[in-house]
């Protein structure tokens, strides 16, 4: 079956980094798109970046634009989003979902509807 595992979420300061990875398995990773939603304590789940499955292209929310980076290794299975410059806003939970579904982000348009999600993984930025 379709699963995704989240991991690489943890504590940092205004300013770090952390690289959130996405592992998935039951499907072939080549032919779909793969996205990073968000959703912070009591605010509604937001689109943070996708990666298309045809040529890679690489689509962002305005408020990650220029710090984030997202990427995809399909010989690993694995999706990858590069945090920098992070922010106290940037804390959410931080999900990864396959393309292919129903559930639709306006910043992420370009990738489709969304469909399977992990389990998701904590990120929190203190000052």
């Known amino acids: 079956q379709v699963q995704l595992v989240e991991s690489g979420g943890g504590l940092v300061q205004p300013g770090g980094s952390l690289r959130l990875s996405c592992a998935t398995s039951?499907?072939?990773?080549?032919?779909?798109?793969i996205g990073w939603f968000r959703q912070a304590p009591g605010k509604e789940r937001e689109g943070v970046s996708c990666?298309?499955?045809?040529?890679?292209?690489?689509y962002y929310a305005d408020s990650v634009k220029d710090r984030f980076t997202i990427s995809r290794d399909n010989a690993k299975n694995t999706v990858y989003l590069q945090m920098n410059s992070l922010k106290p806003d940037d804390t959410a939970v931080y999900y990864c979902?396959?393309?292919?579904?129903?559930?639709?982000?306006?910043?992420?348009?370009?990738?489709?509807?969304?469909?399977?999600w992990g389990q998701g993984t904590q990120v929190t930025v203190f000052s």
């Open positions: 990666i298309s499955n045809s040529d890679g292209s690489t």
């Open positions: 979902a396959t393309g292919g579904g129903s559930y639709f982000s306006a910043p992420l348009h370009e990738c489709g509807g969304f469909g399977s």
């Open positions: 039951g499907f072939t990773l080549d032919y779909y798109a």
